[in-house]
């Protein structure tokens, strides 16, 4: 994983910093006393350092928030970031310090002072959130070398501890990395591929080909493929870490690697965008990579339903009804509303093969979505008030914004068909509402259930917290909250 920074850590060595040729951040709390090693710099640099603290723009200022000294008189250092936090600082506060180095950080090495810090493992998590970049079609960008040296006051103990965050980073990064790519890279198959390549941490995945599909009865799944050269696929990655033969957490992705919108295509402007309607599937697969990373103790399947939405003469049809795997026949009125048939089967054989004690699924499902919550929110639907709230909980405490929407009877009665079970679009009114109601026709009344719009927040056009433009891996980071508070805790 080149995005991974290589990471060591040290004892605060002063005599090191004057000679030290890369960038140096140094952690420093509002009230800007300084530790020993930030003593020095501002020695070594006749009191540049207090000189910024004493502009009083470091006082009040959110986390986050760095003063950058560049090739400072009296050290080698290329520059001195200065980052502004509590001595102990809330975990979110932390990650966004930390983030303000990642951002800082370019080519070559860094070292991180952070000495009397209480949340320094968690700084370091930041800054490699924020560090990511996506650079393997860049010509001349793609071979960076990165380092990262933090100096703490324990640094046998920070160790290990940011050895357990990174596996987070490196979960949200496989995210980012697969919906960042373009739709002529990952096609179905070489993201089928990349995900059996999760054998080697300790997953058990198989491929689902058409023809097992087919045997499967998942009709409204293949019915989106149909159209594109490219084989459906779905993929199923199982991780056993906890007690044999309890239930598993069932987590759904879509992953339309291509979205045109078939026969019912897209206006051309922005369509490049829709090589992000994979984002749930990518989520699905980030987690799988982190839990098994940290080898949690819990029982987690994943399901994602792999398919390219093309026009073509073999495509589907408006108008055509669809036997979908449970049984119920759908009349595709659009074939753009194509996420809800792709989920609705793999949600079912979800259900059927594994019986979990809970299911989420996680989609770019609705351009509605992002009319109701822009790009803050992801929207979150749900049967069952007790999964819900440990969600919502989970997401509000990883900083990762989640706003839940209705569900009722009035919303899936505009999914009536005249001549089949029902169409798979409402209309314009609550289109994301509708969507998830299309969607809870295929979970059992004794499924608790989480549906996860997140076409507003998977892939964004300016930088968020922890992520750079593009790709942001919403989601991984609750979700893996929510495994452990689940069953770990
Ligand atoms: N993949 C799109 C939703 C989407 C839109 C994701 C914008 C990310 C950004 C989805 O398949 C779709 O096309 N939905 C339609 C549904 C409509 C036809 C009922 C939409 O939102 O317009
Ligand atoms: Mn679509
Ligand atoms: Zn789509």
Redesign the pocket.
Known sequence: MPNLIATTFAAVDLDALAGFEGRIALVIAQDGKLDSGARRVNRLTKGAVARVIETGELEGASAGKVMTLTYPTGMAAQAIDILCLDRRPSVLDARAAGAGLGKAMGEGAALLIAESNTKIAQIVLGAAMRAYEFTPHKTKENDKSRSLTVMCAKPEEVAPEVATLMTIAEGSHMTRDLVNEPANVLTTTEFADRLKEMESLGLDVEILEEADLEKLGMRTLLCVGQGSDSPSKVVVMRWNGGEKDTAPLALVGKG?VF?T?GI?L?PGAGME??T??M?GAGVVSGVMRTLALRKAKANVVGLVGIVE?MPSSNAVRPGDVIRSMKGDTVEVI?T????RLVLCDVMWYAQERFKPLGMIDLA?????I?VGLGHENAGVFSNNDALCDAFLKAAEAEGEGAWRMPLGKAYDDLLKSRIADMK???GRAA?SV??AQFLQRFVKDETPWIHLDI??V??VKSETRLAPVGATGWGVMALNRLVHDMFES
């Not at 753009?336 to 996420?339: P, R, S, V």
């Not at 770019?364 to 509605?368: K, Q």
């Open positions: 339309v979205d919108g019912s897209k965008d829709m992000m309607d984002g939405n659009n753009d509303a194509e996420g770019t499902l609705t351009g509605a992002i798979n679009i409402g289109g509708t969507a076409a507003g998977a892939s």
